[in-house]
């Protein structure tokens, strides 16, 4: 059994490599074949254009006949991906899943994700909310991490800003996908607005998880920015 | 069923009306089995020779063989009305949950669809798609053999483990074709790590889905796996009848049926506690999942209270903040009364519950103390001891209910010590094994009523005070009274002289305590066939 799984993933890893049109990577992370990583281009026209994603791709025993466990490395902000874990909520990955899909086409399947959401069947309830209710600020937090996460260009409300600090983007608490007053508190015992910022990005600072991190740990973090 | 005869006045579905007849003799067959079980029953009375009781319900218990019939008849009786084989009518009933009449409807209606939700039939290609072909699509099976065996003549790579070299190829109605060591492993898979029977075709959104020959076919010299299957079948067979239901015991593949308890509302008149007949401890609820015998309460009553019981940990709160310690001795002090003038039980000393400081310093002015005039602190005191009450209450049943449990819970130690007693017995005194059995079968019968004891306690918790409570409650009493003095016997040192007085003490108590747990249960369960119980609470959310 695993020898055919073995050589399957084989093949498809190669059968990836010779295919350079549709590029989509899959690489090694140890030495085993069955726990891989695979990447691809945020797809054009959308707040992703222009970064780069990578997924972390473990092949189970069953597999074929069991779906690949995917999540996502890059941070991204989408609907059904959530924004702490990288988690996905793709049916294809769980019970749409058939043994004639591969690494690639599922890979291309999450590309294509990134292009159309599915607010209704979120992963990521805050994110969710936010693409309903605000689409064009959605897309401004999207296309923020995309630069700040998966190396995407620097959003162009603030051109040519990519080395520059992001004091310079016009509310980059709202881009940043936080709240004004949360920024504003720790801006108040007096460290710098754009630390509190980065630092209450990178906790993720956002929705329930307000609740879960305590202060303490913020200021911790605020201290070794 | 009414409507299928509406169909028959319809030109277009004469061609059901052989099913028709077909069905009309399965309906006699149905009411005949009703007549089957009658005679059974009335068997049984003679057999025993007496009553059913009052507190107890018709059922019977199923082997694993005996559910696999009753599945088996029922696919046969699908199978011979829509004229389909066995292994389409058996996936067309998975498809509609075993729902016979259900499905008969929509199959009437149309047999196309079903099929293909049923994940018999693909879905059609625009291409081929034509309304000719929407009776009797379950037959066109057939069809799918050329597209396998046309394919299989070509090179074929299997889309699944990329191999080449496959020779043995199969592939379901839609013509999907897979080696069939990928078939094997494909079909393991979903029995044993999803525990799932339905095995979808392997092919990309493809629905069909495979009838149990291909499956027993793939897993060939599997027996395990088709054992699993099989039993997955049959589980699934279970779930969907409400008539039956599971032994809960680990590894039991009994089952019960038990029509009479199968509707929510038969539930509010009867406790249908059931056995697999495995085993005398495979008893259980037919009508919740609560395991073992809760009788003589109601399912939805001992939910209620076995709910109650859990939330018991904010109890144990309250009792915190709502004791103090003396500041003299320590002993615990609970707040009883609205009254702020304390005095410690153990050594009198006598102080304020607000201030905490010796009621001596209030003096005659006991109303120095500020917050007792505080309106707002009237109100809470009041609630407070409000609560208290109903905290007492409560406690009072919970304390017995808890300790025939444990009691209950002891008797395997009981049990143990009497096992010993007994091979004393046979040592010390001419008494054979069979002779002895009187203490075995008293502490069964101790056990067994200590259960039923402990569920008065959450019934009476429940039941509105008045004269019909008072009945139960002394039902209650003298059944408790009669188990208290049969442990106790059980538990006394055997001296070899005393044993005849002690073995026909012990039979008259044990007939004795049975007679009162009868009287106890059967006058409960009359009562809610009669609607004498009134509760203090609103019990209808079944
Ligand atoms: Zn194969
Ligand atoms: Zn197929
Ligand atoms: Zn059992
Ligand atoms: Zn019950
Ligand atoms: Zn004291
Ligand atoms: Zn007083
Ligand atoms: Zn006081």
Same mark, same amino acid.
């Given at each position: 059994?695993?020898?055919?799984?073995?050589?399957?993933?084989?093949?498809?890893?190669?059968?990836?490599?010779?295919?350079?049109?549709?590029?989509?990577?899959?690489?090694?992370?140890?030495?085993?074949?069955?726990?891989?990583?695979?990447?691809?281009?945020?797809?054009?026209?959308?707040?992703?254009?222009?970064?780069?994603?990578?997924?972390?791709?473990?092949?189970?025993?069953?597999?074929?006949?069991?779906?690949?466990?995917?999540?996502?490395?890059?941070?991204?902000?989408?609907?059904?991906?959530?924004?702490?874990?990288?988690?996905?909520?793709?049916?294809?990955?769980?019970?749409?899943?058939?043994?004639?899909?591969?690494?690639?086409?599922?890979?291309?399947?999450?590309?294509?994700?990134?292009?159309?959401?599915?607010?209704?069947?979120?992963?990521?309830?805050?994110?969710?909310?936010?693409?309903?209710?605000?689409?064009?600020?959605?897309?401004?937090?999207?296309?923020?991490?995309?630069?700040?996460?998966?190396?995407?260009?620097?959003?162009?409300?603030?051109? +040519?800003?990519? +080395?520059?600090?992001?004091?310079?983007?016009?509310?980059?608490?709202?881009?940043?996908?936080?709240?004004?007053?949360?920024?504003?508190?720790?801006?108040?015992?007096?460290?710098?607005?754009?630390?509190?910022?980065?630092?209450?990005?990178?906790?993720?600072?956002?929705?329930?998880?307000?609740?879960?991190?305590?202060?303490?740990?913020?200021?911790?973090?605020?201290?070794?920015? | 069923?009414?409507? /299928?005869?509406?169909?028959?006045?319809?030109?277009?579905?004469?061609?059901?009306?052989?099913?028709?007849?077909?069905?009309?003799?399965? /309906?006699?067959?149905?009411?005949?089995?009703?007549?089957?079980?009658?005679?059974?029953?009335?068997?049984?009375?003679?057999?025993?020779?007496?009553?059913?009781?009052?507190?107890?319900?018709? %059922?019977?218990?199923?082997?694993?063989?005996?559910?696999?019939?009753?599945?088996?008849?029922?696919?046969?009786?699908?199978?011979?009305?829509?004229?389909?084989?066995?292994?389409?009518?058996?996936?067309?009933?998975?498809?509609?949950?075993?729902?016979?009449?259900?499905?008969?409807?929509?199959?009437?209606?149309?047999?196309?669809?079903?099929?293909?939700?049923?994940?018999?039939?693909?879905?059609?290609?625009?291409?081929?798609?034509?309304?000719?072909?929407?009776?009797?699509?379950?037959?066109?099976? *057939?069809?799918?053999?050329?597209?396998?065996?046309?394919?299989?003549?070509?090179?074929?790579?299997?889309?699944?483990?990329?191999?080449?070299?496959?020779?043995?190829?199969?592939?379901?109605?839609?013509?999907?074709?897979?080696?069939?060591?990928?078939?094997?492993?494909?079909?393991?898979?979903?029995?044993?790590?999803?525990?799932?029977?339905?095995?979808?075709?392997?092919?990309?959104?493809?629905?069909?889905?495979?009838?149990?020959?291909?499956?027993? #076919?793939?897993?060939?010299?599997?027996?395990?796996?088709?054992?699993?299957?099989?039993?997955?079948?049959?589980?699934?067979?279970?779930?969907?009848?409400?008539?039956?239901?599971?032994?809960?015991?680990?590894?039991?593949?009994?089952?019960?049926?038990?029509?009479?308890?199968?509707?929510?509302?038969?539930?509010?008149?009867?406790?249908?506690?059931?056995?697999?007949?495995?085993?005398?401890?495979?008893?259980?609820?037919?009508?919740?999942?609560?395991?073992?015998?809760?009788?003589?309460?109601?399912?939805?009553?001992?939910?209620?209270?076995?709910?109650?019981?859990?939330?018991?940990?904010?109890?144990?709160?309250?009792? #915190?903040?709502?004791?103090?310690?003396?500041?003299?001795?320590?002993?615990?002090?609970? #707040?009883?009364?609205?009254?702020?003038?304390?005095?410690?039980? *153990?050594? *009198?000393?006598?102080?304020?519950?607000?201030?905490?400081?010796?009621?001596?310093?209030?003096?005659?002015?006991?109303?120095?103390?500020?917050?007792?005039?505080?309106?707002?602190?009237?109100?809470?005191?009041?609630?407070?001891?409000?609560?208290?009450?109903?905290?007492?209450?409560?406690?009072?049943?919970?304390?017995?209910?808890?300790?025939?449990?444990?009691?209950?819970?002891?008797? =395997?130690?009981? %049990?143990?010590?009497?096992? *010993?007693?007994?091979?004393?017995?046979?040592?010390?005194?001419?008494?054979?094994?069979?002779?002895?059995?009187?203490?075995?079968?008293?502490? /069964?019968?101790?056990?067994?009523?200590?259960?039923?004891?402990?569920?008065?306690?959450?019934?009476?918790?429940?039941?509105?005070?008045?004269?019909?409570?008072?009945?139960?409650?002394?039902?209650?009493?003298?059944?408790?009274?009669?188990?208290?003095?049969?442990?106790?016997?059980?538990?006394?040192?055997?001296?070899?002289?005393?044993?005849? =007085?002690?073995?026909?003490?012990?039979?008259?108590?044990?007939?004795?305590?049975?007679?009162?747990?009868?009287?106890?249960?059967?006058?409960?369960?009359?009562? %809610?066939?009669?609607?004498?119980?009134?509760?203090?609470?609103?019990?209808?959310?079944?």
């Amino acid at each position: 059994m695993s020898d055919a799984r073995l050589r399957r993933v084989n093949k498809e890893i190669a059968d990836c490599k010779n295919d350079q049109s549709s590029n989509i990577n899959i690489d090694l992370i140890d030495n085993s074949p069955f726990h891989l990583r695979g990447s691809f281009d945020g797809p054009q026209d959308t707040p992703y254009d222009g970064g780069h994603f990578e997924v972390d791709i473990v092949i189970p025993d069953s597999y074929p006949f069991q779906p690949v466990k995917m999540k996502f490395i890059t941070k991204v902000y989408h609907p059904n991906v959530s924004s702490a874990s990288g988690a996905i909520c793709l049916d294809i990955l769980k019970d749409a899943w058939s043994p004639v899909l591969t690494l690639k086409s599922t890979l291309i399947s999450l590309q294509s994700l990134l292009c159309s959401p599915e607010p209704n069947d979120p992963q990521d309830a805050e994110v969710a909310k936010h693409y309903m209710t605000s689409r064009s600020s959605f897309e401004d937090t999207a296309r923020y991490w995309t630069h700040v996460y998966a190396g995407g260009p620097a959003p162009s409300s603030a051109p +040519g800003a990519a +080395g520059k600090d992001i004091t310079g983007l016009r509310d980059e608490v709202a881009i940043a996908g936080l709240e004004k007053v949360h920024v504003d508190q720790f801006e108040a015992i007096g460290f710098e607005r754009s630390k509190v910022i980065d630092v209450l990005r990178r906790l993720n600072y956002r929705g329930s998880n307000v609740s879960k991190i305590p202060d303490d740990k913020v200021v911790e973090e605020l201290l070794r920015a | 069923m009414s409507s /299928d005869y509406e169909y028959s006045d319809d030109e277009e579905y004469n061609e059901y009306d052989d099913d028709e007849e077909a069905m009309d003799v399965e /309906d006699g067959s149905t009411s005949s089995e009703e007549d089957v079980e009658m005679d059974v029953y009335d068997d049984d009375i003679k057999v025993v020779s007496e009553a059913r009781k009052a507190y107890e319900v018709d %059922y019977r218990p199923l082997t694993h063989q005996q559910v696999k019939d009753l599945m088996v008849a029922d696919i046969e009786y699908i199978s011979t009305i829509f004229g389909v084989g066995s292994d389409v009518a058996a996936l067309l009933l998975r498809h509609m949950d075993w729902n016979k009449d259900r499905l008969t409807e929509k199959y009437m209606d149309d047999a196309f669809s079903i099929s293909i939700a049923a994940g018999i039939s693909p879905v059609p290609k625009p291409s081929h798609s034509g309304p000719d072909r929407s009776k009797r699509v379950t037959r066109s099976s *057939k069809s799918s053999k050329k597209i396998e065996q046309a394919t299989i003549s070509e090179p074929f790579l299997c889309p699944v483990c990329f191999d080449d070299t496959a020779t043995d190829t199969l592939g379901l109605s839609c013509g999907h074709i897979f080696c069939t060591g990928c078939w094997a492993m494909y079909t393991v898979s979903k029995i044993r790590d999803e525990g799932e029977h339905r095995v979808l075709c392997m092919a990309e959104n493809c629905g069909v889905v495979a009838l149990n020959p291909f499956v027993h #076919k793939v897993l060939s010299d599997d027996e395990d796996t088709c054992a699993r299957y099989d039993e997955l079948l049959v589980r699934n067979y279970v779930a969907c009848n409400k008539n039956l239901k599971y032994c809960p015991f680990p590894s039991c593949d009994r089952s019960v049926s038990c029509p009479t308890a199968s509707s929510r509302s038969a539930l509010s008149t009867i406790v249908p506690t059931v056995s697999c007949g495995a085993d005398p401890k495979h008893k259980f609820c037919f009508g919740c999942s609560i395991d073992g015998d809760h009788r003589p309460v109601l399912c939805v009553v001992a939910r209620m209270w076995l709910k109650k019981c859990r939330d018991d940990s904010e109890t144990a709160n309250w009792i #915190k903040s709502n004791t103090k310690e003396c500041s003299k001795c320590q002993s615990t002090i609970e #707040k009883n009364g609205g009254c702020n003038h304390m005095t410690c039980k *153990k050594c *009198k000393y006598e102080f304020c519950w607000v201030c905490m400081g010796p009621w001596a310093e209030h003096g005659t002015a006991w109303y120095s103390c500020n917050r007792y005039d505080d309106k707002s602190g009237v109100e809470a005191r009041d609630a407070q001891s409000k609560s208290r009450a109903s905290l007492e209450r409560y406690l009072h049943y919970y304390n017995r209910w808890a300790n025939h449990e444990q009691s209950a819970k002891l008797s =395997v130690e009981l %049990y143990m010590k009497t096992e *010993k007693k007994m091979e004393e017995m046979q040592l010390t005194t001419d008494l054979t094994w069979i002779e002895v059995q009187f203490m075995k079968k008293a502490v /069964d019968i101790v056990e067994n009523c200590r259960t039923t004891l402990k569920w008065t306690y959450a019934m009476a918790y429940y039941l509105e005070n008045g004269n019909q409570k008072a009945m139960f409650e002394d039902n209650q009493r003298d059944l408790e009274r009669a188990v208290e003095d049969l442990s106790e016997l059980l538990e006394q040192p055997i001296e070899s002289e005393t044993i005849p =007085v002690l073995r026909q003490k012990v039979t008259d108590k044990s007939v004795y305590v049975q007679k009162r747990n009868e009287i106890l249960l059967e006058d409960t369960a009359k009562g %809610y066939l009669e609607e004498r119980w009134k509760w203090n609470v609103v019990v209808d959310d079944l």
